[in-house]
C-alpha cells in the first residue's frame, strides 16, 4: 500500500477502508482471516499486527511477544488451501517493521486478480467470503459470491 512504508507517523494513521490494526499480543487473531478476505475481495489493504486504536482513534504500537512466531504462524495458514482459499501474497507483502520501541508485523494484502476471488475461508464460498465497508468487515452476501464465481468460470 501506498505511503505506509514507515511507521514513523503511525499515530496519524486511522483505520479505514484500507488500514486494519490488530494488538495481536495473544497471537493471531481469529478476526485477521476476515480482513485478510475482505481486503483480498475489495480493494487490497495493510493489516498492521502489534497496533491498537486509541479513543481518538489515533494508532499506536504494543508490544508482540514474538513478531517472527506470528510471521511463521501466519504464512502456515495463508498457504493452506483447507484453510483459506488462495494466496495472493508475495514474501515481500508481510514486512517486520519498527514503531518506537516496538515491532509491529505489517501484512500488505493486494487486491486478489479475479480468477482467484472469492477469496473465502474454510470450504464454503457462501459462507467464508468477507468485503472491507468502512472500518469494518461484512460476510459477502450469496448474489456478490456467486458473481465473483461466474466471472472466474465457476458456477
Not at 501506498?2 to 477502508?17: A, C, I, M, T, V
Request: net charge negative; hydrophobic share 35%; glycine share 8%.
Amino acid at each position: 500500500m501506498e505511503g505506509l512504508d514507515d511507521l514513523e507517523f503511525l499515530s496519524e494513521y486511522r483505520e479505514d477502508n484500507r488500514i486494519e490494526a490488530k494488538r495481536a499480543q495473544g497471537g493471531l487473531p481469529h478476526s485477521l482471516w476476515e480482513t485478510y478476505s475482505a481486503f483480498a475481495n475489495t480493494l487490497g489493504g495493510v493489516i498492521l499486527l502489534g497496533v491498537a486504536e486509541a479513543k481518538d482513534g489515533s494508532l499506536y504500537s504494543v508490544p508482540l511477544l514474538d513478531p517472527e512466531e506470528l510471521v511463521e504462524e501466519f504464512w502456515s495458514i495463508v498457504q493452506d488451501p483447507k484453510l483459506v482459499s488462495a494466496n495472493v501474497l508475495r514474501t515481500e507483502d508481510v514486512r517486520l517493521m519498527r514503531s518506537g520501541r516496538n515491532t509491529v508485523v505489517a501484512i500488505f494484502v493486494p487486491r486478489a486478480d479475479f480468477r482467484q476471488r472469492p477469496v473465502y475461508l474454510g470450504s464454503d464460498p457462501y459462507r467464508g467470503t468477507y468485503y472491507r465497508c468502512g472500518e469494518g468487515d461484512r460476510r459477502s452476501p450469496r448474489h456478490e459470491v456467486e458473481a465473483m464465481l461466474q466471472d472466474r468460470g465457476i458456477d
